[in-house]
């Protein structure tokens, strides 16, 4: 049941890029190089609902990976940085039901804390990137361990330049949010990966 549940870090973020992707195809008017992932489950975004239940299934794949991910683990390390992606594909699971502001439409308490959310995936999603590189660098892990080193640089850099660029109003937004997610994502199939091929990795 276990070895089960590291295949759904594999099916997670297949399963995100086909939602991106297919969102993005669907939804009037969207650019994937403007427009942040969040537009496409925004409040009275037009395919929000079927979109936003093929998010809830990925965060439930998530949740269903971090879980085994813990008990997998052999390291005291390596089993709290699971319970941190634990806790960040958990926010995910809470934030379907905090949809962004519409565009154009004013702060509400609603778009408030899907900010509050985000910002605690995006940090949870660091830290526990640098936890597991920790993890893989005491185990002698090395390629695994530079592997999430780059991960958490890129993640780091890139998001910072997002945010920056959301709050300018930026039209390379999206762009520079797909690399921050998109690093992410690489690295959690990457890891599952790993793990399914030798459980002793974490």
């Known amino acids: 049941m276990?070895?089960?549940?590291?295949?759904?870090?594999?099916a997670a973020p297949l399963l995100y890029l086909v939602l991106v992707v297919t969102g993005g195809a669907i939804a009037p008017g969207y650019d994937h190089v403007r427009d942040p992932i969040s537009a496409l489950i925004a409040d009275q975004a037009p395919f929000a609902a079927p979109l936003n239940a093929g998010f809830l299934l990925y965060?439930?794949?998530?949740?269903?990976?971090?879980?085994?991910?813990?008990?997998t683990s052999k390291s005291r390390m390596s089993r709290a940085a699971s319970l941190v992606l634990l806790a960040v594909a958990l926010a995910g699971a809470v934030m379907i039901g905090f949809p962004m502001d519409a565009a154009n439409a004013g702060m509400s308490a609603t778009g408030l804390t899907h900010i509050l959310l985000a910002i605690v995936q995006s940090i949870g999603s660091m830290v526990?990137?640098?936890?597991?590189?920790?993890?893989?660098?005491?185990?002698?892990?090395?390629?695994?361990?530079?592997?999430?080193i780059a991960a958490l640089l890129v993640v780091f850099l890139s998001g910072g330049l997002a945010?920056?660029?959301?709050?300018?109003g930026s039209p390379v937004v999206g762009l520079l949010e797909r690399i921050t997610i998109g690093t992410f994502e690489i690295w959690l199939f990457l890891l599952a990966f790993v793990t399914l091929r030798d459980e002793s990795a974490v």
Do not use: D, E, P, Y
């Open 2 to 10: 276990r070895h089960l549940g590291l295949w759904a870090g594999i």
């Open 59 to 71: 965060n439930l794949l998530f949740v269903v990976f971090a879980v085994a991910l813990a008990l």
């Open 128 to 148: 526990g990137i640098g936890m597991f590189a920790g993890a893989f660098w005491r185990a002698k892990r090395t390629i695994s361990g530079t592997v999430s």
């Open 163 to 168: 945010a920056a660029a959301g709050a300018q």
